[in-house]
């Protein structure tokens, strides 16, 4: 991103910050992608166990090839040739892990978190479970408010997603969402997550890059 443009995002990371931070959301600023992989040694002891949430932040980032590679105990929803009952169960399993490593559709500048599901799997793990949530997300995740919010799932993330998994949805060919009844439909669960009980166990890192849908 060019440095003019990522210096205006300084201001709005300071504000959002401050907003997460009233909400018991803990925030770290990191200054680029490749910055993760070293936070996320710092934080995650050998022998923990982890999951993920299906993310192309978390794909693009590399951390399922990463989290095979260290001492852990990994859930791995990305791991080949899983069947469906193997991938249930990683699902179940990943609500007992000490580290969860997601990503969230969209983050409002009061510091709430807005995520659509297919199966709900990933924002059931957020708002209970795993003892530790890293939420981790790039300045193009950044909205003013939850009509943004909404607007970015229906024009971005949702179609991109569609059109990822090849799911032959409305959207694929529309660009946005049609709110389709359709068998393949991926955008069932709607979450907010506009405050967490326990204080800094969701964690929001904030990459000054654009990652993901």
């Given at each position: 991103?060019?440095?003019?443009?990522?210096?205006?995002?300084?201001?709005?990371l300071?504000?959002?910050?401050?907003?997460?931070?009233?909400?018991?959301?803990?925030?770290?600023?990191?200054?680029?992608?490749?910055?993760?992989?070293?936070?996320?040694?710092?934080?995650?002891?050998?022998?923990?166990?982890?999951?993920?949430?299906?993310?192309?932040?978390?794909?693009?980032?590399?951390?399922?090839?990463?989290?095979?590679g260290?001492?852990?105990?990994?859930?791995?929803?990305?791991?080949?040739?899983?069947?469906?009952?193997?991938?249930?169960?990683?699902?179940?399993?990943?609500?007992?892990?000490?580290?969860?490593?997601?990503?969230?559709?969209?983050?409002?500048?009061?510091?709430?978190?807005?995520?659509?599901?297919?199966?709900?799997?990933?924002?059931?793990?957020?708002?209970?479970?795993?003892?530790?949530?890293?939420?981790i997300?790039?300045?193009?995740?950044?909205?003013?408010?939850?009509?943004?919010?909404?607007?970015?799932v229906?024009?971005?993330?949702?179609?991109?997603?569609?059109?990822?998994?090849?799911?032959?949805?409305?959207?694929?060919?529309?660009?946005?969402?049609?709110?389709?009844?359709?068998?393949?439909?991926?955008?069932?669960?709607?979450?907010?997550?506009?405050?967490?009980?326990?204080?800094?166990?969701?964690?929001?890192?904030?990459?000054?890059?654009?990652?993901?849908?």
């Amino acid at each position: 991103m060019d440095k003019n443009l990522l210096k205006t995002y300084d201001n709005k990371l300071e504000r959002l910050s401050k907003a997460l931070e009233k909400n018991n959301i803990k925030t770290v600023i990191l200054e680029k992608a490749e910055d993760v992989k070293g936070f996320l040694d710092e934080r995650i002891p050998d022998k923990s166990s982890v999951a993920l949430g299906g993310s192309m932040t978390v794909i693009d980032l590399k951390i399922p090839e990463y989290l095979r590679g260290r001492d852990l105990v990994f859930h791995d929803r990305y791991a080949p040739n899983l069947s469906k009952e193997d991938m249930k169960q990683v699902f179940r399993n990943s609500f007992l892990s000490d580290f969860y490593i997601a990503s969230t559709n969209a983050v409002t500048m009061d510091g709430t978190l807005y995520n659509v599901d297919g199966t709900g799997n990933r924002t059931a793990a957020m708002i209970y479970g795993p003892d530790k949530v890293f939420v981790i997300i790039g300045l193009n995740k950044i909205v003013e408010d939850e009509v943004d919010a909404v607007s970015r799932v229906q024009g971005i993330a949702a179609p991109a997603n569609n059109v990822r998994l090849n799911t032959g949805n409305p959207c694929t060919v529309a660009g946005t969402c049609m709110d389709c009844s359709s068998q393949g439909r991926i955008c069932n669960i709607y979450t907010l997550i506009r405050r967490q009980n326990v204080k800094d166990r969701i964690e929001v890192v904030i990459v000054k890059e654009n990652m993901g849908y």
